[in-house]
């Protein structure tokens, strides 16, 4: 990864262009054309660098409920359980935790009762009853970039 990679990657993570070219508008304000942007960023995606590229929406103001879930799971599950929570199109991360609850997610639906509905049916197509919803009181941060 050399400087132009940091500049790009500086970039897209808080101002990713908005336009028909964004490629285009990318490489003018690095110095490059826009074939080498993209370029490089498939390099960055396919050495694990980048994962997505993909908007952050503030899922309140857009009017949907949002939780953190935890969840007790027996080592033997937890395959199974994270295949499961991760077919779940309004889970946005998913992760193990050395915790007696060992498996972490964020859930994101429509309304409260549409979690609640989700983790029900997560419980019975896995087993797993121990799953704590912990809907958030207060927002400490929305966004998180990294000054390459």
């Not at 199109?89 to 050395?98: D, E, K, L, Q």
């Not at 983790?119 to 958030?136: F, H, Q, R, Y």
Request: charge should be positive; glycine fraction near 6%.
């Amino acid at each position: 990864m050399d400087e132009t990679d940091r500049k790009i990657l500086n970039i897209i993570q808080t101002d990713f262009p908005v336009a028909a070219e964004p490629f285009k508008v990318l490489g003018e304000k690095v110095g490059i054309s826009d074939d080498e942007a993209l370029e490089r960023i498939r390099k960055l995606k396919k050495d694990g660098i980048i994962r997505r590229i993909g908007a952050v929406f503030d899922s309140g103001k857009l009017g949907f409920a949002s939780t953190l879930c935890a969840a007790r799971v027996p080592k033997k599950k937890i395959k199974e359980f994270v295949d499961i929570v991760n077919s779940y199109p309004g889970v946005t991360h998913n992760y193990r935790r050395n915790h007696e609850y060992n498996v972490w997610f964020t859930f994101i639906a429509p309304t409260e009762v549409e979690i609640e509905k989700s983790l029900k049916e997560i419980s019975d197509k896995t087993g797993v009853s121990d799953i704590l919803n912990m809907p958030a009181k207060r927002k400490f941060k929305i966004d998180a970039s990294f000054e390459l």
